[in-house]
């Protein structure tokens, strides 16, 4: 007879701000729930997914995590532009020392914020000692594409496109700057050249998705896949990850991220000193029309 442990939790769960955390069995479900922005990450959503993946990492039940997004799309990026942007707010700091952003100004504030939200928490997702999947639809843009990096495997949709067309804003990339482990480094730049959309089948071609499905069957196809992975031994699938995970470090992965992080706050520091704002004048608008 199963353990008990090993049955669906199909009671209901609370949701934690913008996202929904569910189990079924040895897989938990991590859901950035904000559909109507089109899954745009404010602080409130990344410090949710943050105390799920801690939840997930330490549930002994959990054998392997997927991340969702509802709606059409997986994620459009950083929240820019939302009537909840809440960048200018002061949240409990998890990630690093570094402290609080929100009465400071300029680069010290914007520096202690993204060390913190983005490089930091992205970093320590990455080395979440359960295997991670990615399950993208639609848009995985920008801010979109660091959570799907620090994913261990990516499983897409038909539909979905991958696109970081901040070099729009003057800057190099966005601040989880994995572009050249992920895909070769001439297809890299022309991604940040261009800020064209990568569709999922070219993302596939070029090793940065690990399967494409159809949009109806994306569900399914990452659920099967997290539960062959699931009946493999737990400290089996630790070391394999942190075997991997090391190599890239080996790579310049780690230290390559420290250096374009920096090159990412010259560049809005630049910004402010020559143009309308850090972001180089760029709203919401703007971003969306010159990468449709």
């Known amino acids: 007879m199963p353990a008990a442990h090993d049955q669906p939790d199909e009671r209901p769960q609370p949701q934690d701000g913008p996202v929904r955390y569910h189990r079924r069995g040895p897989v938990a479900t991590v859901t950035m729930d904000r559909p109507e922005y089109r899954n745009a990450q404010n602080s409130a959503m990344t410090y949710a997914l943050d105390r799920a993946f801690y939840r997930a990492a330490a549930d002994d039940s959990v054998k392997v995590v997927v991340l969702a997004g509802a709606g059409e799309h997986f994620s459009a990026g950083h929240d820019i532009g939302t009537p909840r942007r809440d960048a200018h707010l002061s949240f409990e700091r998890t990630a690093g020392l570094w402290w609080d952003h929100s009465d400071k100004q300029g680069a010290e504030s914007r520096y202690a914020r993204e060390s913190e939200v983005y490089l930091g928490m992205c970093r320590?997702?990455?080395?979440?000692?359960?295997?991670?999947?990615?399950?993208?639809?639609?848009?995985?843009?920008?801010?979109?594409?660091?959570?799907?990096?620090?994913?261990?495997?990516?499983?897409?949709?038909?539909?979905?496109?991958?696109?970081?067309?901040?070099?729009?804003?003057?800057?190099?990339?966005?601040?989880?700057?994995?572009?050249?482990?992920?895909?070769?480094?001439?297809?890299?730049?022309?991604?940040?050249?261009?800020?064209?959309?990568?569709?999922?089948?070219?993302?596939?071609?070029?090793?940065?998705?690990?399967?494409?499905?159809?949009?109806?069957?994306?569900?399914?196809?990452?659920?099967?896949?997290?539960?062959?992975?699931?009946?493999?031994?737990?400290?089996?699938?630790?070391?394999?990850?942190?075997?991997?995970?090391?190599?890239?470090?080996?790579?310049?992965?780690?230290?390559?991220?420290?250096?374009?992080?920096?090159?990412?706050?010259?560049?809005?520091?630049?910004?402010?000193?020559?143009?309308?704002?850090?972001?180089?004048?760029?709203?919401?608008?703007?971003?969306?029309?010159?990468?449709?």
């Open 124 to 292: 320590r997702w990455r080395e979440l000692p359960k295997p991670v999947i990615a399950s993208v639809q639609g848009a995985c843009v920008a801010g979109g594409l660091m959570l799907a990096w620090v994913c261990d495997l990516i499983v897409a949709s038909e539909d979905a496109f991958f696109a970081d067309p901040v070099v729009r804003m003057g800057i190099p990339g966005v601040e989880y700057f994995a572009h050249p482990w992920v895909m070769p480094p001439r297809i890299a730049k022309e991604f940040l050249y261009t800020g064209d959309r990568m569709t999922a089948r070219r993302a596939h071609e070029v090793g940065m998705v690990n399967r494409v499905v159809p949009r109806a069957e994306l569900a399914l196809h990452t659920m099967e896949l997290a539960e062959r992975i699931a009946v493999m031994p737990r400290m089996g699938l630790a070391l394999a990850k942190r075997a991997v995970n090391q190599a890239e470090d080996l790579q310049g992965l780690h230290s390559g991220l420290d250096s374009v992080f920096g090159l990412h706050h010259l560049a809005h520091a630049h910004n402010a000193e020559t143009a309308a704002d850090p972001l180089g004048g760029m709203d919401v608008r703007a971003m969306k029309e010159d990468s449709a």
